[in-house]
Every structure is written in structure tokens, then in C-alpha cells.
Nanobody, 123 residues
Framework: QVQLVESGGGLVQAGVSLRLSCAASGRTFSSYAMGWFRQAPGKEREFVAAINWTGGSTIYADSVKGRFTISRDNAKNMVYLQMNSLKPEDTAVYYC????????????????WGQGTQVTVSS
């Protein structure tokens, strides 16, 4: 069982950076791949980035590649999403999710979800 709590969202202007954090409970955090997804109003939830259980492999959505970086600290049970050069189209609720070992870009593969943190980017 893994419980996830996101933090770090807020209202920012376009072009700035923001770092989201996801705190995970449980002693087996290092066995889980972690993903970030987002959902904008009126849209379906979409994949943003994911990292496998060792941190040695990452995948990104094309829309954020080169701007966002996912990382994890297994000693602290934390996963991060560094978001640079934010755009208004990045506005969404951002969710942290977990599944065993292998990172994928499909939300249906993830077993555990946080409550989300709002990111609003003004132009």
C-alpha cells in the first residue's frame, strides 16, 4: 500500500519555474515506478512524466520534453517534477501516481494516486 501527497503547486506567470513534490508513505517506495499526470478543466487526464523504480529510466510526454524533469529520492520517499519555462497550456491539476517497478505512460497501469495539486500559469 502506498499513499501519495503532492505539494508545490501555485499560480505563476508564464516563463517561470516551479517544482512539484510528491511524498510517499510505505517502506517499499523504492520498488515503485512513479508517474506524474495532469488534468486540465474539460480535458482528460494526460501523461506528463514517469521514472522507474531505480531512477535509471525516465519517459516524458512530447509536450514537456526538454522543459520538465522528473527525479526521485528513495531515501526520502520523494519524487519531484521540476517544471521550467512554464506555459499557460501547462495549467492543470497535477497528480502523482505509483505502480510496481516499470514506468509507463498509461494511467490505467498505476495503482495508487495522490489528490493532486493545482498549477495555474498566467500569460
Amino acid at each position: 500500500q502506498v499513499q501519495l501527497v503532492e505539494s508545490g503547486g501555485g499560480l505563476v506567470q508564464a516563463g517561470v519555474s516551479l517544482r512539484l513534490s510528491c511524498a510517499a508513505s510505505g517502506r517499499t517506495f523504492s520498488s515503485y515506478a512513479m508517474g506524474w499526470f495532469r488534468q486540465a478543466p474539460g480535458k482528460e487526464r494526460e501523461f506528463v512524466a514517469a521514472i522507474n523504480w531505480t531512477g535509471g529510466s525516465t519517459i516524458y510526454a512530447d509536450s514537456v520534453k526538454g522543459r520538465f524533469t522528473i527525479s526521485r529520492d528513495n531515501a526520502k520517499n520523494m519524487v519531484y517534477l521540476q517544471m521550467n519555462s512554464l506555459k499557460p497550456e501547462d495549467t492543470a491539476v497535477y497528480y502523482c501516481a505509483a505502480r510496481l517497478r516499470i514506468a509507463t505512460m498509461y494511467s490505467v497501469h498505476y495503482n495508487y494516486w495522490g489528490q493532486g495539486t493545482q498549477v495555474t500559469v498566467s500569460s
